[in-house]
């Protein structure tokens, strides 16, 4: 990572994907799957590393969901390899993988108490009965759950219901926990506390974890790694900080995060700077782009500063607020530079009260620094 | 405020239950503990109202419990009675055994399948009941369709018609779709996620069968086997058509005292001891349904 600038800030020790000679947990390999005319999963290679938390973020019907029931083996793929350990595991069915899967609806089996839901995958590997006993225990420390062992499902809460089912999937010490969605259930704040809570786990067991969500949040702050999916292909493989300030196209950078647009021809692209020619005006970007065709330069609202007195420089727009938002720690602005071409900018509310406050029809003037844009060819 | 509401909502099927149950059950159990006589109606005593309150406790004081002694006195009640029971609790088993594979492989369909299949089930009540017990007694009597269907292929004939085995195959025929509808909606409501879960956590099919699928299919196994073992047992058709003079069952019973013997009280205790003991079962479930609710 040293020699270029760190991105997103953070200094990352875990990366073994960096390293060429780290063998993957999970290999997909060319995986296709098609119901019907839909391409669910279509030709994805993909690996995931021990201790790794990996997401699966994209849209509702993006094949990701399918293609973790690829791996836990609920579906066959249709070309392509799936690999654990090494070993093609497309012949084994589901209940011969060292694979368990957490249910989005937590598939709690009603019938059975809390303990005997989470001893039941520990019976079938014919774990002694002092053994599973411990086990469970375990297991209901490690989820907080303690003494509630004999309650039945549904005289559980939400959020205790999803910690018995995260607790039955991890009892059997699977070699990676799949998650589906796991927190599409719970209210916002539980959501939030649950995230960490899982981070917490997956460092505390030394497990991989691989989660399907469609929320960005949740993806960004669990995840090492993230696969951002459209129609059934892997658009991006990256840290959380690499999709953000590095998107691969303007599908990632429009679904993680909000952005501004910028859609030109190269004039320039020589020193790792790029010089884009738009409607709105000339548009520096660091980067490289192919001279003389069309490209797009992506910057995120809270790059784009907002003034009120006019400004010099590269990059700088005039115009006036359109609308804005105020959340608390930010505040986010719509900027109308020219008729019916908006641009979003959003300044952190650093201080409690501000001298010269903005508001709809003030004129600004926006800049942002070429470092804080990215080129997009596609 | 809510309170009332229900109240008034309760009325209509409590009425319904006054008029149609509840005051028929009373003119039988009144008829249970009167003595025949030779009049008509045949039985005695009556309430002489020109008598005023002295006939109504005049009457009262002629109720007995005598009939219920005749019939512990006469085995062929009990027998008849047992016999009953067996033939319900038997046929009940059969068509557990044959409406549970019918509902399970219904609610595995494909859902338009499925609603077929469920029309499917149900569609032999278009026809009447009594047209289908005929067509039974033309398919199973000795020269009839089976035996012409075997003798045509070389095998032997049988000939059960006027059996047991015919009376119990009656049943099964009859009481099919009581036994299916109530299993396939529990089997349908299933979460399908439920089943994976199983063979997630290292189950084979068949064992997420057994450990998942069937537990949570046992409510419906007990509606299904009770909606059909209770009028089973006071069936009166199909043993009547189908059955041979040794099949003895309370339905029969019930009938040659009325309208053979023209023993009203005695065919009203019979219905009545019939009914008190299918209450039992009924309670029961009630109690188990409750304890789930719980």
């Known amino acids: 990572m040293s020699g270029r600038p760190n991105i997103g800030g953070i200094r990352e020790t875990f990366a073994p994907w960096a390293d060429p000679a780290a063998a993957p947990l999970v290999r997909f390999d060319g995986v296709s799957k098609a119901f019907g005319d839909t391409r669910a999963v279509n030709d994805v290679s993909l690996s995931i590393y021990e201790r790794e938390f990996f997401a699966l973020l994209g849209p509702s019907g993006c094949g990701k969901t399918t293609l973790m029931r690829l791996l836990a083996g609920f579906e066959q793929p249709d070309a392509g390899r799936v690999m654990l350990g090494g070993r093609d595991i497309a012949a084994d069915p589901p209940h011969q993988r060292p694979v368990h899967m957490m249910f989005q609806s937590y598939a709690l089996f009603p019938h059975l108490s809390v303990a005997q839901n989470i001893a039941f995958g520990l019976k079938r590997q014919g774990v002694a009965k002092a053994e599973t006993a411990a086990r469970v225990e375990e297991m209901l420390a490690l989820v907080r759950l303690e003494g509630l062992g004999r309650r039945r499902p549904d005289q559980l809460s939400g959020g205790q219901r999803q910690r018995v089912a995260l607790a039955r999937a991890l009892a059997p010490r699977p070699k990676i926990l799949l998650l589906d969605e796991p927190m599409a259930a719970l209210d916002k704040k539980l959501r939030e506390e649950t995230r960490f809570e899982l981070m917490n786990l997956q460092q505390a067991l030394g497990l991989t974890f691989m989660i399907v969500t469609h929320d960005q949040d949740e993806a960004m702050v669990v995840a090492d790694r993230i696969a951002v999916m459209r129609e059934g292909r892997i658009v991006q493989v990256g840290r959380p900080a690499e999709v953000y300030e590095a998107p691969a196209d303007r599908y990632v950078a429009g679904f993680i995060g909000d952005v501004n647009l910028f859609e030109g021809r190269v004039a320039t692209s020589e020193g790792g700077r790029v010089r884009l020619l738009s409607e709105d005006g000339p548009i520096e970007a660091e980067g490289a782009g192919p001279v003389g065709e069309t490209a797009w330069v992506a910057v995120r609202p809270e790059k784009v500063a907002v003034h009120s007195e006019p400004q010099l420089g590269d990059n700088v727009l005039a115009g006036t607020i359109l609308d804005y938002g105020y959340l608390g720690d930010w505040t986010t602005y719509l900027v109308e530079i020219a008729p019916g071409r908006t641009i979003r900018a959003a300044r952190a509310n650093a201080t409690r009260t501000v001298a010269r406050p903005l508001g709809c029809g003030d004129a600004v003037w926006l800049s942002f620094e070429p470092a804080s844009a990215v080129v997009l060819t596609r | ?294």
């Not at chain 2, 047209?131 to 020269?143: D, E, G, H, N």
């Not at chain 2, 009481?175 to 956590?201: G, H, K, N």
């Not at chain 2, 005292?257 to 209450?279: G, Y």
């Open chain 2, 1 to 294: 405020m809510r309170r009332p509401r229900t109240g008034l909502a309760a009325i209509l099927p409590g009425l319904w239950l006054a008029i149609f149950f509840a005051f028929p059950f009373l003119l039988v159990a009144r008829l249970s503990a009167s003595d025949s006589a030779l009049s008509i109606p045949p039985y005695a005593p009556r309430i002489d109202w020109s008598q005023g309150v002295a006939g109504v406790r005049a009457f009262l004081a002629a109720l007995d419990g005598e009939t219920y002694v005749r019939l512990t006195q006469d085995s062929l009640y009990l027998d008849a009675y047992l016999s009953s029971l067996r033939l319900a609790g038997l046929a009940a088993g059969v068509l557990l055994l044959i409406g549970y594979p019918i509902a399970y492989g219904i609610a595995r369909c494909p859902p338009r399948l499925r609603q077929a299949l469920v029309m499917a089930v149900i569609l032999p009540f278009w026809t009447s009941f009594l047209i289908r017990i005929y067509a039974w007694v033309a398919i199973l009597k000795p020269a009839g369709v089976l035996n012409a269907a075997l003798g045509a292929v070389g095998l032997p004939t049988v000939d059960i018609l006027n059996t047991e085995a015919a009376v119990l195959l009656g049943l099964v025929y009859a009481y099919l779709p009581f036994m299916v509808l109530p299993l396939y909606a529990v089997l349908d409501r299933q979460d399908e996620s439920l089943i994976e879960a199983a063979q997630d956590l290292g189950c084979t099919p068949l064992q997420a069968f057994w450990r998942v699928t069937f537990p949570l299919s046992l409510r419906g196994a007990a509606a299904g086997a009770l909606l059909c073992f209770i009028p089973m047992a006071g069936e009166f058709v199909i043993p009547d058509l189908m059955g041979g003079s040794e099949t003895l069952m309370l339905g029969r019973v019930i009938w040659t005292e009325f309208f053979a013997n023209r023993d009203w009280p005695a065919a009203s205790a019979v219905a009545i001891v019939l009914l008190a003991t299918l209450v039992v079962p009924i309670l029961l479930f009630e109690r188990e349904q409750a304890k789930v609710a719980r």
